[in-house]
């Protein structure tokens, strides 16, 4: 079994930073891809990045150029860096991990983000 944990979230203003940690424990074996999503209020839940145990990336169109995803291989633990943090960014930010970018069976709890004056 694959464990997720994020941990990172919080209250920013419009413009700022916020670094989420993802670590993942377990039966990792399986795992080739971490990624992260989110999901505002109402809406469905989206993918922002991925990434692949060979440092392969993958990002949503409207993520690209604010967030970075990286990770240390040392701790598994997956990082979502995001700067220039606009209000519509405000969501729940789940870690999900899986064999490929796109498969991810095992997912975290989520951490919230809330981008507001």
């Known amino acids: 079994q694959v464990q997720l944990v994020e941990s990172g979230g919080g209250l920013v203003q419009p413009g700022g930073s916020l670094r989420l940690s993802c670590a993942v424990s377990?039966?990792?074996?399986?795992?080739?891809?971490v990624a992260w999503y989110r999901q505002a209020p109402g809406q469905q839940r989206d993918l922002v990045a991925a990434?692949?145990?060979?440092?392969?990336?993958n990002y949503a169109d409207s993520m690209k150029g604010r967030f970075t995803i990286s990770r240390d291989t040392a701790n598994d633990t997956v990082f979502l860096q995001m700067s220039g943090l606009k209000p519509e960014d405000t969501a729940v930010y789940f870690c999900?991990?899986?064999?490929?970018?796109?498969?991810?069976?095992?997912w975290g709890q989520g951490t919230q983000v809330t981008v507001s004056l």
């Open positions: 990434i692949t145990s060979g440092g392969a990336t």
């Open positions: 377990g039966s990792s074996f399986s795992i080739n891809a």
């Open positions: 999900a991990a899986g064999p490929n970018f796109y498969d991810h069976p095992y």
